[in-house]
């Protein structure tokens, strides 16, 4: 039974780990096509993508391996997913406004 939670929080930490790295390749490729084009609906788009994976996975996967290892106390777990929670966000929120800028 230890083996399969083990497997599982393997699995979960590739998982978001994949996630931010893919995040971070997508937010990349919109900010050379805002550079390629000049156009502020991509600007707008890079920063959201880069606020809804990378800044967001990177924040709560820090925060836990913290959390986790006793670095920071447990009363900052809530604080923590609070500034998560805010990426993800102000990521969704640039990602919208890309989609109804018109330039």
């Not at 930490?13 to 991509?42: D, E, I, K, P, W």
């Not at 959201?48 to 900052?76: E, K, N």
Request: proline share 2%; hydrophobic share 50%; charged share 10%.
């Amino acid at each position: 039974m230890v083996a399969i939670e083990t497997l599982m929080n393997w699995l979960i930490t590739a998982l978001a780990f994949g996630s931010t790295v893919l995040g971070g390749y997508v937010g990349y490729q919109a900010y050379r096509g805002y550079r390629r084009h000049n156009s502020r609906a991509m600007q707008y788009l890079s920063v959201g993508l880069f606020c809804l994976t990378a800044v967001a996975f990177v924040v709560a996967f820090v925060g836990s391996v913290f959390l986790r290892q006793g670095l920071l106390p447990s009363q900052f777990q809530q604080p923590l997913t609070l500034v998560t929670r805010a990426f993800q966000f102000v990521g969704v929120l640039f990602i919208a406004y890309s989609l109804h800028y018109r330039e």
